[in-house]
């Protein structure tokens, strides 16, 4: 059985892309709340919003809400207080299969990439500026 220490974190922002507005009201409907109580969550600051998950489930999540334009990640239990995307998976440090900025899939080019074609990051450079 998988351990389940994983966090879903919302970075507090909404993807490139995306309308603020939209977003709130489309997370508000999918959790069932009023869109006003969610705007705490999109204040540029990161949230911790679920704990005690399993891998599978975290990424799943992350997925959905990514695909409803929020920008969020994943984080083992571990690290939840040094907030950094490859924290779940270092050994993808130099090759991530999503856009540690906006989450976007990057594996779907067959190559890796460094630039993110979704935000125009430098995949690279971003990490570096993260982990100090």
């Known amino acids: 059985m ?3 220490g994983y ?7 909404v993807l490139p892309g995306f309308a603020r507005r939209d977003v709130i009201e489309r997370v ?3 959790l069932g709340r009023n869109p006003e109580n969610l705007k705490p969550l999109f204040r540029d600051k990161p949230v911790t919003v679920r704990k ?3 891998k599978e489930k975290a990424l799943n999540q992350q997925r959905v809400f990514s695909k409803m334009g929020v920008c969020c990640y994943v984080l083992p239990k571990e690290d939840d207080d040094e907030i950094s995307w490859n924290a779940v998976n ?3 440090e130099n090759n991530p299969q999503h856009c540690p900025k906006c989450g976007s ?4 080019f067959g190559t890796s990439v460094d ?7 430098i ?3 971003y990490i570096k500026a993260r982990k100090r």
Do not use: A, W, Y
Request: net charge positive; charged share 40%; hydrophobic share 25%.
């Open 123 to 125: 995949i690279s450079k």
């Open 115 to 121: 630039e993110c074609p979704f935000c125009g990051i």
């Open 28 to 30: 508000g409907r999918r």
């Open 105 to 108: 899939d990057l594996t779907k």
């Open 52 to 54: 005690g998950l399993d």
């Open 90 to 92: 270092p050994s993808r």
């Open 7 to 13: 966090s879903l974190v919302f970075e507090g922002r």
């Open 2 to 4: 998988e351990e389940k």
